[in-house]
């Protein structure tokens, strides 16, 4: 029998571990240009290297240094671009969950704050109760209480963090496409594939909730491409949103509870449609690498999850695409470019639509600002992010906005406004599929 999370909870962060990744950096210099934080206030502890130092520091037992190194990787977004810029192959996205982690045990927050973060955590990661939580704040948004000035109440964390969270609901919920006559969602029983190939499809938290109809676009578009499309009943998060955070008892927690509902079904592959949780997922090997009952089972699950743009463009398609006369910018989302190492591949199928004209950000464009909750819980910084992002765009004038991920697709949708749509190309693939019809 496998040790409880809370047992094993100081395995995946162990100081000898930390320390061993720390010591990869030799503070060149070249993620400093690649990274938000520090491109906005230009301070060396908000850069990748800064907060290695600050890590060092708080490992060697500094007290001084913990408080400091807690506040500037608070900071970070985890958007993984510093790793594509650095020229040692320093892997920082394993540095910053096992660093938060370890923070937390060492420098923990104040009671107001870890209040907060738990009311996150217990929501977000869950549709049912996150589907409550939207209802009250699109009531509290129509009813304009989120326009109500509360004084001095307003400079507190809560308040912000209650305010940032409300701008970021969505004005109206897009109509899903119609589900195809074939489609057919299983519950935990075995599938054969048969002649066709299976893939199931994961629904993902928030992606569920707010964005059901790229879930609808993706089942019907691989449906029409003639994949069997599998999702799972009763659905729940992967585990991102928690082990972007540090919280790696909960993230290893969700990851086992994943693998043991995917291992009931035979697929050829698991898909995703929103960035993060396929970078999430594709990091299962690595968050339970010292569990021996999973980690072999997670490093399988791990090779097989595709993002489901990728997937398409890997395949010849079945499909034929109307035109779209419109002008398109495409936003790279850092766990796409940065975390599953997805590029041009990722709108490659776009370039099929007929007249549609498509323009992509750089890929190593700065983040907008949305990773995961940090739009929420560091809402000044994740604010003037959005607000660089959304001037970037607006300068290239485009009718609508494609982004392949939901907190960026919510944190875009708000810094632009509503004069721009923003979609996940997979609804406008589906748009394309249904102009050809």
């Known amino acids: 029998m496998s040790s409880s999370p809370d047992r094993e909870s100081g ?3 162990s100081t000898e571990m930390l320390s061993k990744l720390l010591q990869q950096c030799v503070h060149c210099g070249f993620c400093l240009e690649a990274c938000p934080t520090y491109v906005v206030d230009a301070l060396e502890a908000d850069s990748p290297r800064g907060r290695i130092d600050l890590l060092g520091a708080a490992l060697r037992g500094e007290p001084e240094a913990l408080p400091v190194a807690r506040t500037h990787l608070e900071r970070c977004l985890g958007c993984l671009a510093c790793e594509t810029a650095c020229p040692s192959g320093v892997r920082y996205g394993e540095i910053l969950p096992l660093g938060r982690a370890m923070l937390a045990e060492r420098a923990p927050l104040g009671r107001t704050e870890r209040l907060v973060r738990w009311t996150v955590f217990q929501s977000f990661p869950f549709p049912r109760r996150l589907r409550v939580l939207l209802e009250i704040g699109t009531r509290l948004k129509k009813w304009k209480i989120d326009a109500i000035s509360l004084g001095p109440l307003e400079s507190t964390v809560p308040m912000k963090i209650a305010r940032a969270s409300l701008a970021l609901l969505p004005r109206t919920m897009t109509s899903p496409p119609p589900a195809s006559p074939q489609h057919r969602s299983t519950p935990l029983a075995l599938e054969s594939s048969g002649e066709r190939r299976t893939v199931v499809l994961h629904q993902g938290c928030v992606a569920s909730v707010i964005f ?5 676009a993706a089942e019907a578009l691989l449906e029409a491409e003639g994949y069997r499309v599998i999702t799972l009943f009763d659905e729940r998060c992967c585990g991102a949103l928690s082990a972007h955070a540090g919280r790696l008892g909960e993230a290893r927690t969700a990851a086992r509870a994943m693998i043991d509902r995917l291992e009931m079904v035979e697929h050829d592959a698991l898909l995703t449609t929103a960035a993060g949780c396929g970078s999430a997922i594709a990091e299962y090997g690595f968050l339970l690498r010292d569990d021996p009952r999973y980690r072999h089972r997670a490093q399988r699950v791990a090779e097989s999850a595709v993002d489901a743009m990728v997937f398409l463009a890997q395949r010849p398609s079945k499909v034929k695409l109307g035109p779209i006369p419109r002008r398109a910018v495409y936003h790279y989302a850092c766990h796409l470019v940065h975390g599953q190492k997805a590029g041009p591949e990722a709108v490659e199928r776009l370039r099929s639509i007929p007249e549609l004209e498509l323009i992509e950000l750089p890929p190593n464009d700065l983040c907008c600002g949305s990773a995961g909750t940090y739009n929420i819980l560091q809402p000044d910084m994740a604010h003037e992010l959005g607000r660089r992002k959304a001037s ?43 102009a050809a019809r």
């Not at 059901?212 to 609808?216: H, K, M, Q």
């Not at 907190?407 to 394309?432: F, I, K, M, N, S």
Request: hydrophobic content about 40%.
């Open 11 to 13: 395995a995946l962060h």
């Open 212 to 216: 059901s109809s790229v879930n609808r």
């Open 392 to 434: 970037s765009v607006r300068s290239l004038n485009p009718d609508i906005v494609v982004a392949a991920n939901p907190g960026c697709h919510l944190q875009l949708q708000q810094h632009l406004g509503e004069h721009y749509q923003v979609l996940h190309p997979l609804e406008l693939l589906w748009e394309a599929h249904q």
